[in-house]
């Protein structure tokens, strides 16, 4: 028996409890894992509090992802005591994820703890901070450097606007930060932001082109500040998209992409290809600073997530949250 967050399905919709529950309720898969850490995304925050048609099949354990050790294992790449990462998958949406003391997988979705990371600090990066990571690997992917101006990070004290603000500091970036909460001022300068501008300027609608300015961005937001972005590209940047806080329209028209040949990059990591990831999590492992974790994390209990789901949906919480689960967290 374990403790698990579990999604049950209403009359009026859907309810989220912690509860107890045996190992024969787990789904399928030829890996059982023991969690130790899971985190509490956007998207789990979604699904625990029902704000979105996130969760596919009933009852479900939320959790996109989750770090831990092999208990159990068919697949011949893993063997007991190894420990493993998931990220993304539907974990969490359609199969049951990492808020629980257990979790059985296929395989093919667990990547290696990269070293130097504890398990611990590989939920601080999570799925937020593995994203960021193809952000910017799709900004270099685009021929964007860092001679050739600012780069802009949108929902900055968020999860994955954290991790990019790091990441593209450290790389030698000039990074600009953009956010709803100019109380964050302090920290997002002390992930290395060299300017923090007001998200307000830019959920407006917009001119078809602006003013140039930025080389390349990474996007969380959407909506009319991923149009307002594109409108102030230079000449051939790359804006790489991977969220949609602000909403699921674009309302932009064509000018940036064919007078001044800006990209718009998709980036997806719920089912990024497994080479892909597995350099996201090398890169991580060289490019982001395990200390720099500690000043994005929060950590709250198995007790607490479903609260803590309200206040993420709110905006109320920064950088990333951890989550505890077994007794490989110690």
Known sequence: MFDAILIEKTEDGSRAVLATVGEDRL?????????????????????????????????????????????????????????????????????????????????????????????????????????????????????????????????????????????????GYQVVAMTGRPEETGYLTALGAREIIDRATYTQPGKPLARERWAGAVDVVGGHVLANVCAAMKYRGTVAACGLAGGMTLPTTVAPFILRGVTLAGVDSVMCPRPERLEAWRRLARDLDPATLEGLTTEVAMADVIPAAERLVAGQIRGRIIVPVGPDAA
Request: glycine share 14%; hydrophobic share 45%; net charge neutral.
């Open 27 to 171: 789904p399928p898969g030829d890996v059982t894992v023991r969690v130790a850490w899971s985190t509490l995304n956007y998207k789990d925050a979604l699904a625990i509090t029902g704000k979105a048609p996130v969760v596919r099949s009933f009852p479900m354990v939320p959790g996109i992802d989750f770090a831990g050790v092999v208990e159990q294992s068919s697949d011949p790449a893993y063997r007991p005591g190894d420990k493993v990462v998931l990220n993304g998958w539907g974990v969490g949406e359609a199969h049951w994820g990492g808020l629980a003391g257990k979790a059985r997988v296929k395989g093919d979705w667990l990547v290696p703890l990269q070293p130097p990371f504890t398990l611990r600090q590989a939920m601080g990066i999570g799925t937020a901070g593995y994203t960021a990571m193809l952000c910017v690997m799709a900004l270099e992917r685009h021929g964007v450097t860092p001679d050739q101006g600012e780069i802009l990070v949108t929902g900055a004290a968020g999860g994955v606007g954290s991790v990019a603000v790091a990441v593209l500091a450290k790389l």
